[in-house]
């Protein structure tokens, strides 16, 4: 499965983001998803992931109660809506696809998202 993350940019401390990870190539609704980043000098980070139908989510402890994941598989989509970001929230997203909890196969390539202070 092809994965293309987007909707970084440049957003001030408090405001809020919404990511999206377009899926194509292979059925969707079959493969578990997560999205993950990579601060400049640090290594990738998990931060949350959800069920093949959506029902289940699982957070990193830094993100949660302020990002939440969800995906709408008839538009082959993922989504990460982020809210209340902070500067150490900056950092390149990217999405990913597995068949099963945290067993992650195809990596899209990621989306910039850059907080101001």
């Known amino acids: 499965v092809q994965l293309q993350a987007s909707g970084g940019g440049l957003v001030q401390a408090g405001d809020s983001l919404r990511l999206s990870c377009a899926a194509s190539?292979?059925?969707?609704?079959?493969?578990?998803m997560g999205w993950f980043r990579r601060a400049p000098g640090k290594e990738r980070e998990f931060l949350a992931a959800?069920?093949?139908?959506?029902?289940?989510?699982d957070y990193a402890d830094s993100v949660k109660g302020r990002f939440t994941i969800s995906r709408d598989n008839a538009k082959n989509t993922l989504y990460l809506q982020m809210n209340s970001l902070k500067p150490e929230d900056t950092a390149v997203y990217s999405c990913?696809?597995?068949?099963?909890?945290?067993?992650?196969?195809?990596w899209g390539q990621g989306t910039q998202v850059t907080v101001s202070s």
């Open positions: 190539g292979r059925t969707f609704s079959n493969y578990f």
């Open positions: 959800v069920s093949t139908v959506g029902y289940d989510q």
């Open positions: 990913a696809a597995g068949p099963r909890w945290h067993d992650w196969t195809y």
